[in-house]
């Protein structure tokens, strides 16, 4: 930049350059035009080359899409990046496809690809997966490593704390559909987790209740991002840690969908620390997928979920009369486009508001079990479906499912767009025996990550929630002082 400043000053002033500068200067214009014309002769020769190949990839792409329907969606429906879930669907062809297709979401349209080559095959050759992790190796690997090794420093807050019922852990048995939230705390202050040596510390829990300060008069819905905001200051003012990383190694757990409002008026909240969240939709700005986690929202239950051994074969299959169910409030556009869809249907049950027979029953009488959007994405019914053996359908677009670092989705469940809401009867019935026998078995395997108990056990929900905490922990420790 100065050099150009000079030249330009010493032209304005003389009017003209001397030769021997003159000559100084077409130096570089010789250099870069013999550089280009190198890089013109250089790319016609290789050009045919170029052109073989990318005339190859072209024919793969055209390969693996072959004739697979590509969605037409509203500006408001495009995600804002890759939905981070894939999913095993049907594709809908007048010839015989692969019925086991692996399906991604870019930048709104759906591509429908071969699946990969560590599936196993069923008695018919139809390609069904057999594992529920993406990884088992590695993730078993990392487990042991994350039980070593992980560590995290709770700030402490004192009984007598105004705010000693959202701050510290419950005494009672968490209950209610938020209970995910209550149970985290209560097994995490219990754990080997714990340190109080915050210069061993990996991250930092910011342990306040999101659906505890909902009921709390003081606070209310409304004056729960007040109350975040006040936290960071108070802890950033009190403690070195949250200054050191610009709160990058904190974190915070949150069940209710009105923790999508929470950081409203603590900006560095959402930008740098880690959301631990049951609302985990692209469409809420509050939501970071990667940074932040996805975890489920899983109504308690006590004891054993029901024996879905080979043996007891009329609740694996048989005795599943009813295609697919679902029952609850019509809060939603997804919702309500199911029951009008699909209402009337004989195999297909949709029941708008509470059964009048137990529910355990509908979800031990159906092979499929439907996820449908309410408020937010988040509820109870993929925990409800697993727990009694009863394989989801997720129909809600662009969020991240729970714990889909570690499981691999499109092998104990089917993930279908909103838009195919009225293919799927047609998509559920796609489905051979053999292929959902094999559904039905991951969902037996995976089960056990989706269960809170009052004494935390190997693998269950609360050490995948810890796994995807250590997946997010720094690599470098930031020094307290220097």
Not at 74 to 87: E, L, R
């Amino acid at each position: 930049m100065a050099r150009s400043w000079f030249l330009h000053y010493y032209f304005s002033r003389s009017g003209h350059l001397s030769d021997p500068f003159r000559r100084l200067i077409f130096i570089p214009t010789w250099l870069a035009f013999l550089t280009s014309l190198f890089i013109i002769v250089y790319i016609s020769s290789t050009s045919k080359l170029f052109m073989h190949h990318h005339h190859h990839d072209h024919l793969l792409l055209k390969s693996s899409i072959g004739s697979s329907r590509i969605s037409q969606q509203s500006a408001f429906d495009m995600p804002p990046k890759s939905v981070g879930v894939s999913a095993w669907t049907y594709i809908h062809e007048d010839r015989d496809p692969p019925v086991w297709n692996h399906t991604t979401v870019r930048q709104g349209i759906e591509i429908r690809q071969p699946v990969e080559s560590h599936q196993s095959s069923d008695s018919n050759g139809n390609q069904v997966k057999d594992e529920v992790f993406h990884g088992k190796d590695i993730f078993l690997q990392d487990y042991k490593e994350m039980n070593r090794s992980f560590k995290i420093y709770v700030y402490p807050h004192r009984k007598d704390d105004p705010f000693a019922n959202a701050l510290l852990p419950v005494h009672s048995e968490p209950g209610g559909n938020y209970a995910s939230e209550a149970y985290f705390k209560k097994a995490l202050m219990k754990s080997h987790f714990i340190t109080k040596d915050p210069s061993e510390a990996d991250l930092f829990y910011m342990p306040f209740s999101i659906a505890a300060l909902r009921h709390d008069k003081r606070v209310n819905v409304g004056g729960i991002p007040d109350f975040v905001k006040a936290y960071i200051y108070d802890i950033s003012h009190a403690y070195p840690y949250w200054n050191r990383s610009g709160g990058a190694d904190h974190f915070y757990v949150a069940c209710h969908s009105i923790g999508s409002t929470a950081t409203r008026k603590a900006e560095e909240v959402k930008l740098k620390a880690i959301q631990v969240v049951c609302s985990s939709s692209y469409f809420l700005t509050a939501y970071v997928s990667h940074k932040d986690a996805s975890v489920p929202q899983i109504w308690p239950r006590h004891g054993d979920p029901p024996n879905l051994s080979a043996s007891n074969s009329c609740l694996r299959n048989k005795c599943r009369k009813k295609l697919a169910f679902f029952a609850g409030a019509m809060n939603s556009r997804v919702r309500k486009e199911v029951l009008k869809t699909w209402k009337d249907d004989s195999e297909i049950f949709v029941n708008s508001g509470r059964l009048k027979t137990p529910y355990s029953d509908a979800l031990l009488g159906s092979k499929f079990c439907l996820h449908l959007k309410g408020f937010e994405v988040n509820t109870a019914r993929i925990g409800d479906a697993m727990f009694y053996g009863c394989v989801p359908v997720i129909i809600a677009d662009y969020y991240d499912l729970p714990f889909t670092d570690i499981l691999d989705w499109k092998s104990f469940s089917l993930v279908v767009p909103s838009l195919d809401i009225p293919l799927l009867k047609r998509i559920l019935t796609g489905i051979s025996s053999d292929q959902y026998s094999a559904l039905q078995r991951n969902v037996i395997a995976a089960r056990q990550h989706f269960k809170w108990h009052p004494f935390p056990v190997d693998y269950d929900a609360f050490h995948m929630v810890m796994y995807e905490l250590w997946l997010r922990r720094g690599s470098i420790k930031v020094p307290l002082h220097g």
